[in-house]
T-cell receptor, first 114, second 114 residues
């Protein structure tokens, strides 16, 4: 059972609002990731982190930002939400060992921007 | 760079049918290979993995063999159940490149009918 949590699970919000999607893990993992998942179910990496104070942009450009002040916490922020941000957002973590790069996923946040 | 190509879906089967979901990969190093499953409304979870050539991963009646000669990791199950209905993702993690990030296929949706 993976110990990675995301809140909120569902969010409906108006255009222009600032939102923060929370992600926490209790496994002590160094690496954390944010993915955006299309309705067609494809996963797109938008941000990742190797550890505290490390953040990198992923393969898909995103207007969101992330921070990694604590090992267990990797929040994602949208300063001004738009309908084009409507999607499912999945957070994941991995131990960062060379062989065992299994990723552990949270349950996701489904965001709807009106 | 690394890439994963998996069989396009959706796949619809009757209960007790045999399942194969094809997955092939391209990697510059010696990747670990994974199958993840995503049940409706949830995040991804690891189904099985293999870390070197000729390894067979297995779990819950599913199995996949790491075939280096054909660069494949096809998922199979002898007799599917309705509860196997989900989206299946093939993935690789190559520590020698891509900083250990995982590369995911586009997902294959499986529906099993009673």
């Amino acid at each position: 059972e993976a110990d990675i949590y995301q809140t909120p699970r569902y969010l409906v919000i108006g255009t222009g609002k600032k939102i923060t999607l929370e992600c926490s893990q209790t496994m002590g993992h160094d690496k954390m990731y944010w993915y955006q998942q299309d309705p067609g179910m494809e996963l797109h990496l938008i941000h990742y982190s190797y550890g505290v104070n490390s953040t990198e942009k992923g393969d898909l450009s995103s207007e969101s930002t992330v921070s990694r002040i604590r090992t267990e916490h990797f929040p994602l922020t949208l300063e001004s939400a738009r309908p084009s941000h409507t999607s499912q957002y999945l957070c994941a973590s991995s131990a960062g060992q060379e062989i065992q790069e299994t990723q552990y996923f949270g349950p996701g946040t489904r965001l709807l921007v009106l | 760079g690394n890439s994963v190509t998996q069989m396009e879906g959706p796949v619809t089967l009757s209960e007790e049918a045999f399942l194969t979901i094809n997955c092939t990969y391209t990697a510059t190093g010696y990747p670990s290979l994974f199958w993840y499953v995503q049940y409706p409304g949830e995040g991804l979870q690891l189904l099985l993995k293999a870390t070197k050539a000729d390894d067979k991963g297995s779990n819950k009646g599913f199995e996949a063999t790491y075939r280096k000669e054909t660069t494949s990791f096809h998922l199979e199950k002898g007799s599917v159940q309705v509860s196997d209905s989900a989206v299946y993702f093939c993935a690789l993690s190559d520590p020698s490149t891509n900083a250990g990030k995982s590369t995911f296929g586009d997902g294959t949706t499986l529906t099993v009918k009673p």
